[in-house]
């Protein structure tokens, strides 16, 4: 059944869109298919990239502590996977009165375990209804303690995610921006595959700070079917825009909803037919070279971008909306 609301991507609330908008990016009778290897002779070698946003830690609702164990949890999943992430840090979150040191000791135990730390920007400002001198500086000032800890290791942050995934309101602003970020050595991190970690992961939160314990497992098994939905669908249109599946880009959060249920959802990627690759293996996909447009508001996957600006029409658009449980108990947080 395809919803009514729009999402404005990571780490955005659902607006509810327009009827039409809806018809154009979901085809009603629309159908999924699941199309698992198990007793295939040839079975296809699937591959996807991990990245965690919003470090060190999405909200800042839990203590300190409890965000410095959620973060551990993280990854040792991670590394239970043998999995490298990419870990987007907006440093405006380490700055919390008496508790920068541990927040930037979380950001040096993401390093620690062998993972790789990129820009998210300072303040998660969005691209969208910004200036481009103020999202530039965002972007400059978004650094500083990662170049540090980094350089300690003979690193430096290369890559940038955009926050709510807003590459640009026209293409000329788009250009000008990626020249910039060239310019500091800099390369874009699409993705292909989300599933809403944000949205249950706020409720998450919400449950088990309540200790609503039957609602914090009703949401951990949702939220676990969700991302075999949300992988049928973007096998699907990568199927149907390249004949084949790209190496693809998960883009989830650092939470505590992902601390409790990385671990299952790295299994259940591997039971798919999936390897971990890094960013940089998955970015050589000759796919990551096509044009993507400008977003404007709605960050939505790199496969939606790169079908619409080949105007091919597919026959889904992006993963199913949570249940509408979810997204009502999401939407009275809100208020
Ligand atoms: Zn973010």
Not at 249 to 254: E, F, G, P, T, V
Request: net charge neutral.
């Amino acid at each position: 059944m395809n919803s009514v609301y729009k999402k404005l991507s990571s780490c955005g609330r659902y607006l509810l869109a327009s009827a039409a908008l809806v018809l154009v990016m979901a085809p009603v009778g629309a159908q999924v298919q699941n199309k698992p290897d198990t007793g295939s002779a040839t079975p296809v070698v699937r591959r996807i990239a991990i990245t965690i946003d919003d470090l060190p830690f999405e909200t800042r609702r839990l203590k300190l502590a409890d965000e410095q164990r959620a973060t551990k949890a993280i990854l040792a999943a991670l590394q239970a996977h043998k999995v490298k992430a990419l870990g987007f840090v907006n440093e405006d979150r380490l700055l919390v009165k008496g508790e920068v040191d541990a927040r930037i000791g979380m950001l040096e135990s993401w390093l620690d375990a062998g993972m790789e730390l990129g820009n998210h920007n300072f303040g998660h400002l969005g691209f969208h209804g910004s200036s481009l001198a103020k999202y530039q500086e965002a972007v400059l000032r978004g650094d500083t303690f990662t170049r540090w800890l980094m350089q300690e290791r003979k690193q430096v942050p290369r890559y940038y995610r955009y926050p709510h995934n807003q590459t640009g309101d026209n293409a000329e602003v788009q250009k000008q921006f990626e020249d910039f970020l060239q310019q500091h050595d800099y390369k874009i991190a699409p993705f292909t595959i989300e599933h809403d970690d944000f949205t249950y992961a706020r409720v998450y939160e919400d449950a088990v700070l309540k200790n609503r314990k039957e609602d914090a497992e009703r949401l951990r098994k949702a939220y676990l079917a969700n991302l075999d939905r949300a992988v049928n669908t973007f096998e699907t249109m990568s199927d149907e825009m390249f004949g084949r599946q790209v190496s693809h880009i998960l883009n989830i959060h650092a939470s505590l909803l992902n601390a409790d249920m990385l671990d299952k959802m790295l299994s259940k990627l591997e039971q798919r037919g999936y390897q971990f690759i890094t960013l940089e293996e998955a970015l050589q996909d000759p796919a990551y070279l096509l044009p993507a447009g400008p977003s404007r508001q709605y960050g939505m996957s790199w496969l939606a971008r790169w079908a619409r600006m080949a105007k091919k029409r597919l026959s889904v658009y992006g993963q199913p909306d949570p249940e509408e449980w979810v997204i009502k108990w999401d939407q009275e947080l809100a208020r």
